[in-house]
């Protein structure tokens, strides 16, 4: 099985990429491809610029990306309760060249951020919004209090009870 992760996020020491890419670890046989949004940088969309310059490269190279997958790992960021503009960007590019930009794959979506709630807000708003785009999520699963809740140096879930929980959810839905 082909794994695909990401952090919606372009930070370079992005929470939700060091999330994705614990949470992919944990699928067993898995060959794990981990994206970093910054390889997929772009000028803001607009219909202007896509009439003068046409479907960008970028986008395109990010779409064949997720067509070799066959699960995806997202773990969105959150910014002011929404999508972080590098990851919207790159899905808007992305979808004007094929609406279903994840291509009907299994996805396990995720969201973590330093506060309380995780990325609840986003989380929510993608779970609702990301199927009309060919996302089949299958479980979901925010993190809290990131900087509490995991540990970087190892790269995984300090939080006993949430690792459970997490090794539970990709047990029973995958």
Known sequence: MKIIAFGGSNSQHSINKHFATYAASLFENAEVEVLDLND?????FSVDLEKEIGQHEIAKAFLAKIETADLLVVSLAENNGNYSA???????????????????????LLATSPGPRGGASVLEIANNALPRYGAQI???FSLPTFNANFDL????ISNAELDKELKDIIKSSF
């Open 40 to 44: 997929f940088a772009m000028p803001l």
């Open 86 to 108: 590098a990851f919207k960007n790159l899905f808007d590019w992305s979808s004007r060249i094929v609406k279903d930009v994840f291509q009907q794959k299994t996805m396990l």
């Open 138 to 140: 299958k479980a979901t």
């Open 153 to 156: 140096e190892q790269n995984k």
